[in-house]
């Protein structure tokens, strides 16, 4: 469902001239399918799932999405998206309902659908207590649990999730993993970002662990482990990280 | 471009401007309320001050009584002043505010007045005390009717009438009403105060739906939806429009009730009335529309453009000094429009409102003025839609 192919992102820094953001990234990610992208903070997650989202054009390379030039067609691309991320923050002074409707909407979705599927995934987040609350006064997991309702509104096929678990308390971060997985088992194609390990080895079907824009390695969890001489994915990483930057 | 995406903008942006406390102050509670109270107040205070400085008995030293006692006898009779001898440091008694005026009569001046001579007196008052000023028009007057009594004398001596030290009197009548002064003074600064609330008015939600936006992070639920970047600039500049005109209305409206308050209460001006025709209205609007539109796409450019709230309006305080600038030459007296001044937005729209009041219509001005603006408006909204497309735009930090 998504094609990475030489993705390449360069800034251009008044003081470090140019900057490698992404460099020459290649990967996959199947329908029901958790593609984990690990790496610490800096590392080009965020620039990653930007391109995919069409928030930014990449320099070099191909995203194909669904069978859409992420470039070429980038409406198109966003038509079987969910994008959620530290940018996708929620109007204070809506409602849930008014938001999602709001949204559902702007993604061209008839109101008989929209209400229709407002209700279901409301109840299947238990948000009905506070669906009529506006925002500013609901949780930082009440808020959590709407962006995600936000982000299906439309029933993409493919989500793209940014560090989706970032600042939430343990049990609230625990709900979002539980849903992430439910959507897997729905048949989605899943991107999820995050620089948390146990998480990734928890959640994720495929891992990439990236640092410095480069892609270090790629794999099943039981690929890495049988790669490497350790048997635990921290120590994996922390193994990789510092012989990437050695080779430097 | 779909017209039910700019919809669905224009009503959310509309619906988080009003649900949004600091703008019904702005806009509701401050023209409607608090011009006005603040009109009655000071108007009040003002009465009361004056009411107070005309009761109090003026506190005088005359210097000299003993070379006159006929005017001073004029002064004991006046119940409002109080004659204080003079002693040596009456000069300082006028500084501290115990007496509020002194008068120093010369030495020779009933052998002046004997003589057909002019006699000079001297009065010192503290200006920027008002008891003081009032004690010296008592002065005044009372030296006045004094004059006229001696010049009376020395006309009997000579045996001459009054009016023979009048041959000319000229009586001037003001034919204009009320109404029409009235006219004229709000002709004069209404196009001036239109341009000001307009922009006043627009500033605050533009900067909030678009810098406002970025610093919330809430931007990129917009741009990975299915709408064109031009269905989100256009529909949020057309809630700043609404917004803009509105909050333009309402500050008329308690600027109007601010003025009448006040004048009430400050001795009132009779006959305010200030009747508009449809038809002008309708000309107005003809005017006033691309004037809101420019200064709605001007200021969603620079908001989408700045990296935050704060960042925007360090931009948008130098448009708002050129715009108040620009609304001054055109009420400026004696300034009159034409040729390529008619292509500077702002002044060619308040100095086309102005010529609109007070009935001159020059089509050619208008359609100018309507073009001109509409061009500027135009650009800047097409500048805004390239500017929300720019990634180093919209994630820079």
Redesign the interface.
């Known amino acids: 469902m998504i094609q990475v192919a030489g993705l390449t992102k360069i800034f251009n820094d008044k003081k470090r001239g140019k900057v490698f953001a992404v460099n020459n990234l290649e990967f996959n990610c199947d329908k029901g399918q958790i593609f984990g992208l690990l790496g610490p903070n800096g590392a080009g997650k965020t620039t990653t799932l930007?391109i995919l989202?069409?928030?930014?054009?990449p320099t070099k390379g191909k995203v194909i999405i669904n069978g859409s030039d992420v470039v070429k067609e980038a409406?198109k691309v966003?038509?079987q998206?969910g994008?959620l991320?530290?940018?996708?923050?929620?109007?204070?002074?809506?409602t849930p309902r008014e938001t999602i409707r709001?949204?559902g909407?702007?993604?061209?979705m008839e109101d008989r659908i929209i209400e229709k599927r407002m209700n279901e995934i409301f109840y299947n987040l238990d948000m009905e207590d506070f669906q009529d609350v506006?925002v500013h006064k609901l949780s930082t997991g009440m808020k959590q649990k709407l962006s995600i309702a936000?982000c299906i509104i439309h029933n993409p096929p493919i989500l793209i999730l940014d560090e989706p678990t970032v600042g939430l308390d343990i049990i609230t971060a625990r709900i979002v993993t539980e849903y992430v997985k439910s959507f897997r088992e729905q048949g989605k194609c899943i991107i999820y970002s995050t620089h948390i390990i146990r998480e990734a080895e928890r959640l994720c079907d495929v891992i990439a662990i990236i640092h410095q824009g480069n892609l270090i390695t790629q794999g099943t969890i039981e690929e890495l482990k049988r790669n490497s001489s350790s048997n635990d994915l921290e120590e994996i990483f922390f193994a990789l990280i510092i012989k990437g930057e050695d080779s430097e | 471009m779909n017209w039910k995406n700019i919809k669905l903008i224009f009503i959310k942006e509309l619906v988080g401007t009003i649900r949004d406390k600091r703008t019904i102050i702005a806009m509701v509670i401050i023209p409607l309320i608090f011009y006005p109270l603040l009109f009655m107040g000071i108007g009040y205070f003002n009465q009361m001050g004056n009411v107070k400085s005309e009761e109090v008995t003026s506190k005088v030293v005359i210097s000299g009584t003993e070379f006159t006692p006929q005017l001073v006898k004029y002064f004991q009779d006046n119940n409002k002043i109080e004659v204080i001898s003079a002693k040596d440091d009456f000069q300082s008694k006028l500084q501290r505010g115990e007496v509020q005026a002194i008068l120093i009569i010369p030495l020779d001046f009933e052998y002046k007045i004997k003589n057909g001579e002019t006699n000079q007196l001297t009065l010192k008052y503290d200006a920027t005390e008002a008891k003081s000023r009032v004690a010296q028009k008592r002065i005044n007057q009372i030296i006045e009717e004094y004059k006229n009594e001696i010049i009376l004398q020395r006309l009997s001596q000579l045996d001459l009438q009054e009016e023979f030290i009048h041959p000319l009197i000229l009586q001037s009548e003001n034919v204009a009403t009320a109404e029409k002064i009235t006219g004229s003074f709000l002709g004069a600064l209404l196009p001036y105060l239109i341009v000001i609330l307009i922009f006043a008015g627009a500033m605050h939600t533009a900067v909030d739906i678009t810098a406002g936006e970025k610093e919330r992070g809430t931007i990129a639920t917009l741009l990975v939806s299915q709408m064109s970047r031009s269905e989100i600039v256009l529909g949020k500049c057309l809630a700043v429009m609404v917004i803009s005109l509105t909050s333009m209305i309402l500050g008329l409206t308690g600027l109007t009730l601010a003025f009448l308050s006040g004048a009430t209460i400050m001795g009132g001006i009779e006959g305010v009335k200030f009747g508009i025709s449809f038809h002008t209205i309708c000309l107005l609007f003809l005017v006033l529309l691309p004037l809101v539109g420019l200064a709605s796409a001007v200021l969603i450019m620079v908001g989408t453009f700045a990296r935050n709230i704060k960042e925007a309006s360090s931009y948008i305080t130098p448009i708002y000094m050129l715009t108040i600038f620009l609304g001054i030459i055109s009420i400026s007296p004696g300034i009159e429009l034409g040729g390529k001044m008619l292509l500077i937005p702002v002044l060619n729209s308040s100095f086309t409102f102005k010529e609109i009041l007070i009935g001159k219509i020059y089509w050619s001005h208008i359609i100018t003025t309507f073009s001109a603006n509409m061009i500027i408006a135009a650009l800047a909204l097409v500048r805004a839609t390239r500017l929300f497309t720019k990634e180093e735009v919209l994630f820079r930090s």
């Open positions: 930007r989202a069409t928030m930014m054009l409406n966003r038509r998206i994008f991320s530290s940018e996708t923050g929620l109007y204070d002074r809506f709001f949204f909407r702007i993604n061209g506006r936000r």
